[in-house]
């Protein structure tokens, strides 16, 4: 078993933004697709954990933008998880340039869950097949970075959307990529982000209104994503100065 999964992606024009480099919903959904590869060579995929009873839920996705992707035209990345802790399992991402140039980096916090009550796991109820963890020294010791609730009023409200059925997964919810590009459409041309975090609360199914509410502080920019009166997502964007 590989303690780092490593593998290559083409990189395409529907993956950039406007500037031409790699859009911040499609490097979480390389993160995401390289995870899911990595899993399945564990044993870890949901396929898998669904048959002792148990299934992942994620809790935070921390990404740090290292470098301009504009030129690259294919995507190395990496990941790899860290050692568990009690009730949670964090997983590293990587992404270089074709030269080694480390781009991005990312982080994305999991929990487990059982299937049959609902109720949070213990790390232990799974054990990766692993002698060692790779203890990568990017993070070391910082915290995420924390997102504010943002008030549910109409003049911080900047976009509502009805969503449709193309934005579901196959489980039955609002993918993280689309909560992610929905609150990449509400900042302007000239927030270049350093880094972004995401905290996921609930799921959104098809067609439930999704409001998302905006509050700038400093160099920072906290959204909110709102179904009827709950909080379903927040986000903290850290912005270069």
């Not at 995870?35 to 044993?43: F, K, M, N």
Request: glycine content about 4%; aromatic content about 12%; overall charge negative.
């Amino acid at each position: 078993m590989r303690t780092i999964y490593e593998t290559k992606y083409r990189v395409t024009t529907n993956m950039r933004d406007k500037k031409g480099n790699l859009a911040l919903d499609s490097i979480l959904d390389l993160f995401q697709d390289i995870a899911g590869l990595h899993a399945d060579e564990l044993g870890s995929a949901d396929t898998q954990m669904n048959q002792i009873g148990i299934y992942w839920v994620i809790s935070r996705t921390e990404i740090d933008i290292l470098g301009d992707t504009s030129h690259i035209d294919v995507a190395h990345v990496s990941t790899w998880p860290q050692k568990p802790k009690r009730f949670l399992c964090e997983r590293q991402y990587s992404l270089k340039d074709e030269k080694g140039k480390l781009l991005v980096m990312g982080r994305s916090y999991w929990v487990l869950l059982s299937i049959e009550t609902q109720q949070l796991q213990p790390s232990s109820a799974f054990s990766y097949p692993l002698d060692t963890f790779y203890e990568d020294t990017f993070y070391s010791n910082r915290p995420y970075n924390n997102a504010k609730v943002v008030e549910n009023n109409n003049e911080l409200l900047v976009k509502e959307i009805k969503i449709p059925r193309r934005f579901i997964d196959k489980n039955g919810h609002l993918n993280n990529t689309r909560y992610t590009e929905l609150m990449y459409n509400c900042l302007s041309d000239d927030d270049n982000i350093k880094i972004a975090t995401f905290y996921y609360h609930e799921q959104v199914k098809e067609g439930q209104e999704l409001k998302f509410y905006r509050l700038d502080e400093d160099n920072k920019v906290h959204f909110t994503a709102y179904v009827n009166d709950k909080v379903v997502f927040k986000t903290v964007i850290e912005l270069e100065k």
